[in-house]
């Protein structure tokens, strides 16, 4: 079955990096566009950044342009998103998912369990 296990959360003071990893398995990575997400409490999970199959195409959301990178590494079979000049508003426990898309066009994802990235003021 679909697994993805994120890691690379933790605390870092604000202008701090970090790197958080999505390990996948069970399904064949390299065919599918992979995405980050993350949700503070009482808010709406929000997308960060996105990677398509073959990592030819990328985007971003607009708070994270130009300090966000995402990569992938498909003979690893892992999602990566580097975090440059994190903000406290940034903290939140941040999300790896596969998507999916179904013959109706929508979008199916398989999520995670998420790791934590809190910022220091």
């Known amino acids: 079955q679909v697994r993805l296990v994120e890691s690379g959360g933790g605390l870092v003071q604000a202008g701090g990096s970090l790197r958080l990893s999505c390990a996948a398995s069970?399904?064949?990575?390299?065919?599918?566009?992979m995405a980050w997400f993350r949700q503070t409490p009482g808010k709406e999970r929000e997308f960060v950044a996105a990677?398509?199959?073959?990592?030819?195409?990328?985007g971003y959301a607009d708070s994270v342009k130009c300090r966000f990178t995402v990569s992938r590494d498909d003979s690893k079979n892992a999602v990566y998103l580097q975090m440059n000049s994190l903000k406290p508003d940034e903290t939140a426990v941040y999300y790896c998912?596969?998507?999916?898309?179904?013959?109706?066009?929508?979008?199916?994802?398989?999520w995670g369990q998420g790791t934590q990235v809190t910022v220091s003021s």
């Open positions: 998912n596969r998507q999916t898309v179904l013959s109706s066009g929508s979008y199916h994802y398989d």
């Open positions: 069970g399904f064949t990575f390299s065919s599918y566009t």
């Open positions: 990677i398509n199959w073959n990592g030819g195409s990328t």
